[in-house]
């Protein structure tokens, strides 16, 4: 089993800045992609920022030079620094891990609201 934890949400202005973390633990080998999505009310799950294991990065164009997905190996935490944020970027972040052969994993979320 694999277990996404995530932090970091909160309210904040339009413009501002929130850093979300999500720790891994558990089962993590053969992780083929881990990164974030979000889902607004009413709307599709969708892409906010993925490592690829082949060594890419991929973001949504809402998130390009918006948003910068890091990951620290040795405490085996994946960040998202969410920059310039606006209104309608508010949305449940979820922690999202591809296992080969095993599937996909998600966190519970955590909720971000930009205020304008």
């Known amino acids: 089993q694999v277990q996404l934890v995530e932090s970091g949400g909160g309210l904040v202005q339009a413009g501002g800045s929130l850093r979300l973390s999500c720790a891994v633990s558990?089962?993590?080998?053969?992780?083929?992609?881990v990164g974030w999505y979000r889902q607004a009310p009413g709307k599709q799950r969708e892409l906010v920022a993925v490592f690829s294991s082949d060594g890419t990065t991929k973001y949504s164009d809402s998130a390009k030079g918006r948003f910068t997905l890091s990951r620290d190996s040795a405490k085996n935490t994946v960040y998202l620094q969410m920059n310039s944020l606006k209104p309608e970027d508010t949305a449940a972040y979820l922690c999202?891990?591809?296992?080969?052969?095993?599937?996909?994993?998600w966190g519970q979320g955590t909720q971000v609201t930009v205020s304008s």
């Open positions: 558990g089962s993590i080998f053969g992780i083929t992609a």
């Open positions: 999202y891990i591809k296992r080969v052969t095993f599937g996909d994993y």
